[in-house]
């Protein structure tokens, strides 16, 4: 079955340190990938996707994901974080039932909860 | 433009009774997904509705449906609540276009049901 992972649960960094949050899935075919974050009480958020072409991919609040498809991989990345990236972070899938088309569904991994000390 | 709404926000039901949420996607989405939050489980797919039809589903019982009206409205049922039908709901829309096209989905700022 096709799924999502996400190899840490929890990760705490003081401010400044640099991030990598691994996210792996498994799907032989094309597959588009997402970071979603949810900060505290706030509804999901995109921070960047990829589709084709350049496999890296610049977000917003600058983060960065590079997709690597011979890895099944594609982490996520921050040079400097700060406090406020505090939250929970999700990779996710999208699995299309139509051939590469809008139709289908995200699958998501099971979250990393990000904590920043100031 | 406005987000994605779901509402309630918040809701406390009993075992065996059963609950409507509703979801407003964004102005021109006839995409609609749900997601159910645990966390155990994490986000799991629940449905999708695109034109007043079911897609797509997840792997839920019977007790969850949905539909959509055509002004790409949401509402999602679930009869005879049991407690592990506690969770964040979550609805998503999206922009679907060119066959071909993937597209991102927006997400609402969630329906937390409690089930007592």
């Known amino acids: 079955a096709q799924s999502v992972s996400q190899h840490n649960h929890h990760v705490i960094l003081s401010e400044a340190a640099s991030l990598e949050l691994g996210c792996n899935y498994s799907?032989?075919?094309?597959?588009?990938l997402f970071w979603y974050v949810q900060y505290p009480g706030q509804h999901l958020q995109l921070l960047l996707k990829?589709?084709?072409?350049?496999?890296l991919v610049k977000g917003i609040k600058g983060f960065e994901a590079e997709f690597i498809k011979s890895k099944f991989s594609f982490n996520l990345r921050k040079p400097s974080v700060q406090w406020s990236d505090t939250a929970e972070y999700f990779c996710?899938?999208?699995?299309?039932?139509?051939?590469?088309?809008?139709?289908?569904?995200?699958?998501f991994g099971k979250g990393t909860k990000l904590s920043v000390k100031p | 433009k406005a987000g994605v709404t779901q509402t309630p926000r918040y809701l406390i039901k009993t075992r065996g009774q059963q609950v409507t949420l509703s979801c407003s996607p964004i102005?021109?989405?006839?995409?609609v997904s749900w997601y159910q939050q645990t966390p155990g489980q994490g986000l799991q797919f629940l449905f999708e509705?695109?034109?007043?039809?079911?897609?797509n589903k997840g792997n839920f019982p019977g007790r969850f449906s949905g539909r959509q009206f055509s002004n790409s409205r949401s509402e999602m049922n679930v009869s005879t609540l049991e407690l592990g039908d506690s969770a964040l709901y979550l609805c998503?829309?999206?922009?679907?276009?060119?066959?071909?096209?993937?597209?991102?989905?927006?997400f609402g700022q969630g329906t937390r049901l409690t089930v007592v």
């Open positions: 102005s021109g989405h006839r995409s």
């Open positions: 996710a899938a999208f699995l299309s039932l139509n051939y590469g088309g809008s139709q289908g569904n995200l699958i």
């Open positions: 799907y032989g075919g094309t597959v588009n």
């Open positions: 998503a829309s999206s922009l679907v276009g060119i066959v071909g096209q993937p597209t991102e989905a927006f």
């Open positions: 509705y695109f034109s007043e039809t079911q897609r």
């Open positions: 990829y589709f084709s072409g350049d496999p």
